[in-house]
């Protein structure tokens, strides 16, 4: 694709549930970032791939948020046992590497009741 | 401190002045630093990048790096309209993991 594809624009949810988001970078590119975006605030950072492993996970909230790119290209971001606070929205981002600038997909929109 | 700052505005401006945008960062080994603008509602959207000291011109968009002083800014000429928005500054920290670090955003209001 063109862009940067994120899947699905729109998730609402139970509390406690388990959600999974998807995202299909631009063709090409070797990095995958995960952002997490609340009301008035810049996209804070999650997780970081290069290829297929990821190369920082410093920014993954706890134990319950898990992302995996079994094949250097799609990225799913994992949701355990979600809480309130989880509500966001998720953004993905691609670069041709680490450094390089990034571009980012339309964002999943989770709401957790 | 916050690693990354930008005053919130709303900074309102008339159409067809200068908007400046200001954004200060914490991490002396910041190598890598961008704007982005965000519509209400949309996803972030790269508009300039900046890697050395001094000016880097696109079109209406001046981006300024001064590492000295850890400050980076943007200028927009000849403001429209179309241009309000949410302008975010991002910075790639001195670990040069590419993560970004970001700014909470700057709201940019022209009025006709």
């Known amino acids: 694709g063109a862009g940067v594809s994120q899947t699905p624009s729109n998730k609402v949810t139970e509390k406690g549930k388990y959600v999974e988001l998807r995202c299909d970078p631009i063709?090409?590119?070797?990095?995958l970032y995960w952002y997490r975006q609340s009301l008035g605030q810049g996209p804070e950072f999650l997780i970081y791939?290069?290829?297929?492993?990821?190369?920082?996970d410093s920014g993954l909230p706890n134990d319950r948020f898990f992302a995996v790119r079994p094949e250097g290209s799609v990225s799913t971001l994992k949701i355990q046992r979600t809480e309130r606070g989880d509500s966001a929205v998720y953004l993905c981002?691609?670069?041709?590497?680490?450094?390089?600038?990034?571009?980012f997909g339309d964002g999943t929109r989770l709401s957790i009741l | 401190q916050k690693e990354v700052e930008q005053n919130s505005g709303p900074l309102s401006v008339p159409e067809g002045a200068i908007a400046s945008l200001n954004c200060t960062y914490s991490?002396?080994?910041?190598?890598?630093f961008f704007w982005y603008r965000q519509y209400s509602g949309k996803s972030p959207e790269l508009i300039m990048s900046?890697?050395?000291?001094g000016d880097k011109e696109d079109g209406r968009f001046t981006a300024q790096l001064n590492k000295a002083s850890q400050y980076v800014s943007l200028l927009i000429r000849d403001s429209q309209p179309s241009d309000s928005a949410t302008y975010l500054c991002?910075?790639?920290?001195?670990?040069?993991?590419?993560?970004?670090?970001f700014g909470q955003g700057t709201t940019l209001q022209v009025k006709p």
């Open positions: 991002a910075v790639i920290g001195g670990s040069n993991t590419g993560k970004l670090i």
């Open positions: 991490d002396r080994g910041s190598q890598s």
């Open positions: 791939f290069q290829g297929t492993g990821a190369a920082d």
């Open positions: 063709s090409g590119h070797t990095a």
């Open positions: 900046i890697y050395s000291n």
């Open positions: 981002a691609s670069s041709l590497n680490g450094g390089t600038p990034q571009h």
